[in-house]
């Protein structure tokens, strides 16, 4: 089943806000649920603050190295 760019855009602007707020529901049901995410508020913090950065890092850092492949190879 092969996607048009404006059914892609379109799963992108609805996607990305509802990944935004399974997100934060994620992180309340951990701080509700967790005695160890309560007593210590600012690791918790952290770490969900910097995973969902180093994901979308790391997934645009391979991009940009797979487009410059392709451009280097004349792609």
């Known amino acids: 089943m092969a996607m048009d760019k404006d059914t892609k855009?379109?799963?992108l602007?609805?996607?990305?806000?509802?990944?935004?707020?399974l997100y934060c529901a994620f992180i309340l049901a951990v701080m509700?649920?967790?005695?160890?995410?309560r007593q210590h508020p600012?690791?918790?913090?952290?770490?969900f603050v910097l995973a969902p950065s180093l994901i979308s890092?790391?997934?645009?850092?391979?991009?940009?190295?797979k487009a410059r492949k392709e451009e280097n190879l004349g792609l």
């Open 42 to 47: 600012i690791i918790t913090g952290t770490i």
């Open 57 to 65: 890092g790391t997934i645009w850092l391979r991009a940009s190295f």
């Open 13 to 21: 602007v609805m996607g990305i806000p509802l990944l935004g707020v």
């Open 32 to 37: 509700l649920s967790s005695e160890t995410a």
């Open 9 to 11: 855009f379109a799963l």
